[in-house]
């Protein structure tokens, strides 16, 4: 599943905010904020067609969890088969609002990062904020959220909830995206 399921799911869903999967340069910008060395639990907001989901798995420990939280049915129905078989992979077919009951029913407390893609600049305000701090609650006290977007409105936003965030700009992506660290 590459650029044409984007682009179908892009009209028939107004959720889906991008037209083509992430670049590898992007991938690689966010993801090198998590540690891979040692298990963690990873919780993936709106992972489309898995192009984060599938390095996560390739380069997580052995004893990690990925728990991919996807609304649109397509991308759920492609993320389980590609997952199938991996025991370290959850999809959950629902919305990232409901994260705190989502955790609750695989028996998982905290998580160590959570990496979103989904448009938050397609939320109203407070649905933003609100999303952000059930966020923060579901990390550990040491979690990271780590976010992609196309335009840079999230560090104020960010900065209300978390204690420190750094923000980078990676080009080599269509469009070009900013990648964003919120520490607790």
Known sequence: MGTLAYIKNFIRDRDVAAITPSSKFLVKR????????????IVEYGPGTGVFSKYLLENMHKDSELIMIEGNASFVQSLREYCDGDDRAVVVHDRAENVRQILDTHDVDRADYVLSGIPFSFLDEDVKHELISRTRDVLTSDGKFLVYQNYNHMEKPLRRHFDSVTREYEILNLPPMFAYEALK
């Open 30 to 41: 966010v993801c090198k904020w998590i540690d891979f060395d040692t298990p963690r639990r």
